[in-house]
């Protein structure tokens, strides 16, 4: 694993140059990944700021492992981070297991601890250690409006201020609702997800401030996740079924959490309840595109598999997509073996990408579905949350061993994944 300073930018080697829209976690991670390997870059982000931009940040051992081999571990010690101490599940206000980090399978300890790292000054390193090769530019508050074509294949972009791009490449890392992915041409095929998530941000305090626990709690058929973050806050995060029909906007949210919490956790919120700020909405989107490339042009990341928040997989996802789709474009558009850039060569690769990657995001994504089945069925059936709570030491022990059998591939990835270039 290559856990050193981040590698120095080699020597531009010839003149393809790419367009990466979209500076979230995939684009900004690949864009540095190709800059340093000597590629012209240019990186597109329509904010001015990551800061005004809610992002996830919890990271698994897998998207740890991926930050390590892009040299980027001392990098996570330089921005706010925190490490998780366990997860704790509690069903009609008892517990029904913990599992403390980092997470042991069959014995072994495996990888280090689930991590919460700040995606905006993460993502602002990443954009800086790319700024000190000459092969780099970065391009903020510059919203991408449209690709432009060629002969059927993408060519460039234009962007909001009408100005237009040309490049070898165009890849679109530029989230969920990709507009990029729709001017290609290409879908995405929706997975059923029942919830959105309201968000909300509180002050740590006792008792929760000893110990850094994800609760996972579930009463009256609704359930909510809390941790404290990276920047020391408190992060709620309230499932919101389709087809609820409270308003949430006017809601009593103090007290409609604290009636759905063991007694310790409903004190802490009914002694804060003066802090409380209104929730935000999240709409999950989660699905798979079937394609992923037309000629000259890819889409990664959010936009290619929207994954669901459920145990924190997307920003994952997407240092590991950077990592395999480095590992296919460095040789082809540095000309490795070639006289010059050859756009079948290029288009060529872009089809292994999806298919080195697509089976991972395939199982991942029906991981993901099988955590929520299981909370669907909790909600759904009071008798089965009775059980559990009036036998929780005896039913945690077998619900904790099916848990854990699904985390592993979560926590881990699917399938072996190295930075060869
Ligand atoms: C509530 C919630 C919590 C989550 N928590 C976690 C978590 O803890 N851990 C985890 O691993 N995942 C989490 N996720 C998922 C994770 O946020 C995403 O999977 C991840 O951010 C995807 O990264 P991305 O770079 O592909 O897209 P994004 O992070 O969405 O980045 C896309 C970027 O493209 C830019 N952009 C969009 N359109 C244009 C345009 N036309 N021109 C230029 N730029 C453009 C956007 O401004 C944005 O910066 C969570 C998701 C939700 C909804």
């Known amino acids: 694993m290559n856990s ?11 003149a393809a140059h790419v367009i990466v829209v979209g500076a979230g976690p995939t684009g900004a991670s690949l864009a540095r990944l190709l800059a340093l390997r000597g590629i012209r870059v240019t990186l597109i982000e329509a904010s001015r700021s990551f800061q005004r931009i809610f992002r996830g940040q919890a990271l698994m051992p897998s998207g740890l492992e991926a930050i390590a081999q892009m040299g980027l571990s001392a990098t996570v010690e330089t921005v706010p981070h925190e490490t998780l101490d366990a997860w704790e599940f509690w069903i009609e206000g008892k517990r029904l297991f913990r599992v403390n980090e980092p997470m042991n399978f069959s014995g072994a300890a495996t990888g280090p601890p689930c991590t919460l790292v700040s995606q905006p000054e993460f993502l602002d390193a990443l954009i800086q250690q790319a700024d000190a090769c000459d092969t780099f530019e970065f391009l903020p508050a510059t919203p991408v409006r449209d690709l432009v074509w060629e002969q059927q294949r993408v060519v460039g972009v234009s962007l909001g201020d009408g100005r237009i791009l040309n490049a070898d490449l165009v890849i679109a890392t530029d989230g969920r609702n990709s507009m990029l992915r729709d001017k290609a041409g290409l879908t995405l095929d929706s997975l059923s997800h029942a919830i959105d998530i309201l968000w909300f ?3 740590d305090a006792p008792p929760l401030r000893d110990e850094n626990v ?6 009256h058929g609704n359930s909510f996740g809390l941790f404290r973050s990276s ?3 408190l992060q709620l995060g309230w499932g919101l079924h389709r087809g609820d029909d409270r308003n949430w906007k006017t809601e009593d949210w103090p007290e409609v959490l604290a009636e759905h919490s063991p007694d310790w956790l409903a004190a802490y919120f009914r002694q804060n309840a003066s802090c409380f700020q209104p929730p935000v909405k999240f709409s999950v989107t989660v699905g798979r595109a079937p394609q992923w490339s037309k000629p000259g042009f890819l889409i990664l990341g959010d936009a290619a598999h929207p ?4 145990r924190a997989q997307g920003i994952n996802m997407a240092f590991r997509d950077a990592i395999a789709t480095a590992n296919h474009l460095v040789p082809v558009l540095t000309g490795q073996g070639q006289a010059a850039v050859d756009q079948t060569v290029i288009d060529q690769a872009l089809d292994a990408i999806q298919a080195e990657r697509e089976p991972e995001i395939i199982q991942a994504q029906a991981l993901q579905a099988e955590e929520l089945a299981q909370g669907e069925k909790l909600r759904n059936y009071p008798i089965l949350r009775w059980g559990a709570s009036r036998f929780a030491p005896i039913v945690g022990l077998g619900v904790r061993q ?10 881990l990835g699917v399938v072996p994944l190295t930075l060869e270039v």
Do not use: T, Y
């Open 231 to 233: 920047q020391g806050q």
């Open 214 to 219: 994800f609760h996972a709690v579930v009463k």
């Open 307 to 310: 994954m669901s928040p459920i």
């Open 4 to 14: 050193a300073a981040p590698d120095p930018c080699l020597s531009p080697s010839q």
């Open 402 to 411: 099916s848990w854990l059998r699904r985390q592993r591939p979560l926590r």
């Open 201 to 203: 941000s509180l002050e």
